[in-house]
T-cell receptor, first 115, second 114 residues
Framework: AQKITQTQPGMFVQEKEAVTLDCTYD???????LFWYKQPSSGEMIFLIY??????QNATEGRYSLNFQKARKSANLVISASQLGDSAMYFC????????????FGAGTTVTVRA | DTEVTQTPKHLVMGMTNKKSLKCEQH?????MYWYKQKAKKPPELMFV???????INESVPSRFSPECPNSSLLNLHLHALQPEDSALYLC?????????????FGPGTRLLVL
């Protein structure tokens, strides 16, 4: 069975500062994909960044980077230079064959950016 | 272009009504998904279509009936819903059902059942 854990229900961050959102996962499958999504209050689920289990480098997409520590089964999202528009719920998710390639989500972390 | 569209954006229906939610993508994706999401919770998978065939039904009540008329369209037919079915319904698509494939979501339909 796989599991995604996000231990931070909510976080506050000052504008222009960096914030790290924690995510740990559990799977026995050697092939898996890790995803981060952003969901603003409007409801749309926006894909941010992807990390594959065989990727040697940490993924980066603009102000988003993924701190992938495979041995610790950790896939933390780092948002640099926070903006007011970053205020949203953030979900960590994983896909692997053992779960029939379903996208399993963590509970989510609400980020509030303060001016 | 990674756009998935959904209509309507909002829907209010009585428990005796029949309505349909629509989802469309033109990215050539062969896998499409329906999720239900309650406030402040992660999405819950309902159905998965792969190459226009129903692959997964997560024991969803029969008052929800999915349909995939072609590779670009996905419908969710609603009939005799309950107030507890009120939620955000999200559609998603991915190139294939594989661990490395990203699911792209539509903006969702906010459903209220009275």
């Amino acid at each position: 069975a796989q599991k995604i854990t996000q231990t931070q229900p909510g976080m506050f961050v000052q504008e222009k500062e960096a914030v790290t959102l924690d995510c740990t996962y559990d799977t026995s499958d050697p092939s898996y994909g890790l995803f981060w999504y952003k969901q603003p209050s409007s409801g749309e689920m926006i894909f941010l960044i992807y990390q594959g289990s065989y990727d040697q480098q940490n993924a980066t997409e603009g102000r988003y980077s993924l701190n992938f520590q495979k041995a610790r089964k950790s896939a933390n999202l780092v948002i640099s230079a926070s903006q007011l528009g970053d205020s949203a719920m953030y979900f960590c998710a994983m896909r692997d064959r053992s779960n029939d390639y379903k996208l399993s989500f963590g509970a989510g972390t609400t980020v509030t950016v303060r001016a | 272009d990674t756009e998935v569209t959904q209509t309507p954006k909002h829907l209010v229906m009585g428990m005796t009504n029949k309505k349909s939610l629509k989802c469309e993508q033109h990215m050539g994706h062969r896998a499409m998904y329906w999720y239900k999401q309650k406030a402040k919770k992660p999405p819950e998978l309902m159905f998965v279509y792969s190459y226009e065939k129903l692959s997964i039904n997560e024991s969803v009540p029969s008052r929800f009936s999915p349909e995939c008329p072609n590779s670009s369209l996905l419908n969710l037919h609603l009939h005799a819903l309950q107030p507890e079915d009120s939620a955000l319904y999200l559609c998603a698509s991915s190139q294939e059902r594989a661990y490395q494939e990203t699911q792209y979501f539509g903006p969702g339909t906010r459903l209220l059942v009275l």
